[in-house]
């Protein structure tokens, strides 16, 4: 079954980003600057794009909300961990990566990796079991954010950890129950940031190869963060923490 991308935006993004795509198809009577620019960018990439109907439309996407323009996506260009390292080589910058240790909602991991690209973040690393894998609701989550940033896809996790350590890498993990807080880390160094699974956190073998566990305060009733929202808030601290040293 074909991966499709649904939207304008994110498949402007993913033409910008060289995603390998096999076609596009625009629903007749669909116009506007954003569809100027996808019939260019088409054009210049040698990619078809066609014209069809509302009835095709809806055959395909289902209720998506496709915005008249739909892309059949080639295979995705997974990235290796030795590509993330490079990215972070190639602009002078110490490692910066977020490890995800199964996530499973694609929504979430949308979320997640547009948070990664916006925090500027060199590249995100998740696992080819157990977890959700960049389809298109993850392409339409991220806004796109997933043709920009390399993923890779390894078969475990807790050998990348240990990949990224042997590189001079600090692993962080977010835990509920560390007794440190998110903010009180040095974030500065090389640094993988990881988050666990949406209801059962981090895996006992991911957690004890962290070199250190840190918690995010909660003040109300509820006792944990969704997975975006605690990524988002740990990697925002990194961010933080590196501009106001440039500063």
């Excluded at 935006?9 to 569809?35: D, N, R």
């Excluded at 990881?194 to 956190?201: A, C, L, M, T």
Aim: aromatic share 4%.
């Amino acid at each position: 079954m074909a991966d499709f991308i649904f939207g304008r935006q994110p498949v402007l993004e993913a033409l910008k980003a060289g995603q390998p795509i096999e076609k596009i198809m625009v629903q007749h009577g669909t116009h506007g600057s954003a569809i100027d620019s996808i019939y260019k960018l088409a054009k210049q990439n040698g990619i078809p794009v066609t014209q069809a109907g509302k009835e095709r439309f809806r055959e395909l996407s289902q209720e998506k909300n496709t915005q008249g323009v739909i892309a059949v996506a080639g295979a995705k260009a997974y990235a290796e961990l030795e590509d993330i390292l490079a990215v972070a080589q190639g602009r002078n910058e110490p490692a910066f990566v977020l490890i995800l240790d199964e996530i499973e909602d694609p929504q979430n991991l949308g979320a997640l990796i547009r948070t990664a690209e916006c925090a500027g973040t060199h590249g995100v690393v998740i696992p080819k079991h157990h977890a959700a894998t960049v389809n298109d609701t993850v392409m339409k989550t991220s806004a796109g954010a997933a043709a920009h940033i390399a993923i890779a896809r390894v078969s475990n996790i807790v050998h990348a950890i240990e990949d990224l350590k042997r590189s001079g890498t600090w692993i962080i993990g977010a835990d509920m129950d560390a007794k440190g807080l998110y903010h009180q880390a040095d974030f500065k160094g090389p640094v993988g940031i990881v988050i666990g699974n949406e209801g059962r956190g981090l895996r006992r073998l991911v957690k004890e190869n962290c070199d250190f566990l840190v918690s995010i305060p909660l003040f109300g009733k509820i006792q944990s963060l969704n997975a975006s929202v605690a990524g988002g808030l740990m990697l925002y601290e990194v961010a933080k923490q590196r501009h106001a040293a440039e500063r």
